[in-house]
Nanobody, 127 residues
Framework: QVQLVESGGGLVQAGDSLRLSCGAS????????MGWFRQAPGKEREFVAA?????????RYLDSVKGRFTISRDNAKNTVYLQMNSLKPDDTAVYYC???????????????????WGQGTQVTVSS
């Protein structure tokens, strides 16, 4: 059974940094993309970033986080990270990591491209 567990969220001030982690278990994660999404109260779940396990240089980002957030992964630890710098109040949300059901080269932006989700970790940025 595939399980994803996020950690690293918290309450910070605008301009601060956080690093989220997502540990994966239940299968070998080579060849599967990993993504980070977020959902703020009253809003739809939103793509934040994703990374291909085939090539760590293959990444995609939400435009509003480019240059501030960096996604990376550690294959040996089956873990994906989201380094978030220069945080803004608009970044406040529950952050989820996700992975696909089938192996693929691409890195989907739509939530429907991911079958397995973590429980989420709250990130709150005060102004």
């Amino acid at each position: 059974q595939v399980q994803l567990v996020e950690s690293g969220g918290g309450l910070v001030q605008a301009g601060d940094s956080l690093r989220l982690s997502c540990g994966a278990s239940g299968r070998t994660f080579a060849n599967y993309p990993m993504g980070w999404f977020r959902q703020a109260p009253g809003k739809e779940r939103e793509f934040v970033a994703a990374i291909s396990w085939l090539n760590g240089d293959n990444t995609r980002y939400l435009d509003s986080v480019k240059g501030r957030f960096t996604i990376s992964r550690d294959n040996a630890k089956n873990t994906v990270y989201l380094q978030m710098n220069s945080l803004k109040p608009d970044d406040t949300a529950v952050y989820y990591c996700a992975t696909s059901r089938i192996p693929m080269n691409g890195i989907p932006r739509d939530p429907s491209g991911y079958a397995y989700w973590g429980q989420g970790t709250q990130v709150t940025v005060s102004s």
